[in-house]
């Protein structure tokens, strides 16, 4: 019987051990959590002191913040944030996490900003339990990787599309609208607008023409060009599309990225033949 007791004890003794130890764990953790979050942007990264994030550029505010606030924050390209911890665990630290409506004291945080040539300043508080730190710059990668999806491919032609001749105008068109195009993407909970407008850079074999016209077939002379050897012409044609986000309701803030499309098409110049001409006779 003594054995059994003593065999009791241990395993009570030993249990306690182990949540004692489980519960470190858990300790240790959580912050490295929120940590991870963010460790794949560049732009952004974790400070295992008291400073949690910190960067610099646009940062998009959860919608607890005020309108004016966040406006400013996002639209500054030059400027640093920083966020700390709201709640420093100790008997005499008092924390109005609760207050403000966030459940975890770890994922309670002060909003620093610091305008280009300012001070740093408190902006707000905010709570991390719901939101995922997010910049701008984060928002247009995921324009980049996604705009292809939504504006018009390109279609590149030129004409005459046969028997094009040297010292007469070749006519080029992209094959798309000058329209701007506009599509929404959710970001992080976010939602993100984009409008764009596209230009055009064309390269005709060392000669290059930009413009905001997509051009065409006859009449249309907007993309014309004069090649004066003949021969087999390499053309490119680059389409960047210019525009602006727009996160929740927030200001409108310019693309920084550049959105590109291009394409390439090969032309065959045949050489004019000079005919002489002599007026009021038959031949010369």
């Not at 942007?41 to 974790?46: E, G, I, K, Q």
């Not at 905010?126 to 990787?145: N, P, W």
Request: charge should be neutral; hydrophobic fraction near 40%.
């Amino acid at each position: 019987m003594d054995w059994f007791e003593n065999w009791h004890v241990a395993l009570k003794f030993h249990w306690k051990l182990i949540l004692t130890f489980i519960l470190m764990c858990l300790l240790v953790a959580l912050p490295q959590l929120h940590m991870a979050r963010v460790s794949a942007s560049p732009d952004v990264f974790a400070n295992p002191e008291e400073i949690r994030y910190e960067g610099s550029g646009g940062l998009v505010l959860p919608a607890s913040v005020d309108t004016a606030t966040r406006n400013e924050v996002v639209r500054c390209r030059g400027c640093g944030w920083k966020l700390t911890a709201a709640c420093i665990p100790g008997p005499d630290t008092y924390c109005d996490a609760a207050i403000r409506g966030c459940p975890g004291l770890l994922d309670h945080m002060r909003v620093w900003f610091q305008p280009a040539g300012g001070d740093w300043k408190e902006v707000d508080r905010i709570c991390l339990t719901h939101y995922e730190v997010t910049t701008v710059a984060d928002i247009e990668r995921r324009a980049t990787e996604s705009f292809e999806r939504y504006v018009p491919k390109q279609d590149p032609h030129c004409w005459p599309q046969k028997g094009a001749v040297t010292n007469l105008p070749l006519l080029c068109g992209a094959g798309q609208s000058i329209q701007a195009v506009s599509w929404s993407i959710p970001v992080a909970g976010f939602n993100v607008g984009i409008t764009t407008t596209p230009s055009w850079h064309w390269d005709f074999a060392g000669s290059s023409l930009r413009t905001n016209q997509s051009g065409g077939p006859y009449p249309d002379r907007a993309i014309s060009h004069t090649f004066r050897k003949a021969g087999h012409k390499e053309i490119g044609l680059r389409t960047k599309w210019s525009g602006n986000i727009r996160i929740d309701s927030l200001d409108q803030v310019e693309i920084a990225a550049d959105l590109l499309q291009n394409a390439r098409l090969t032309v065959t110049i045949g050489q004019a033949l000079a005919r002489l001409r002599c007026p009021g006779v038959r031949s010369c």
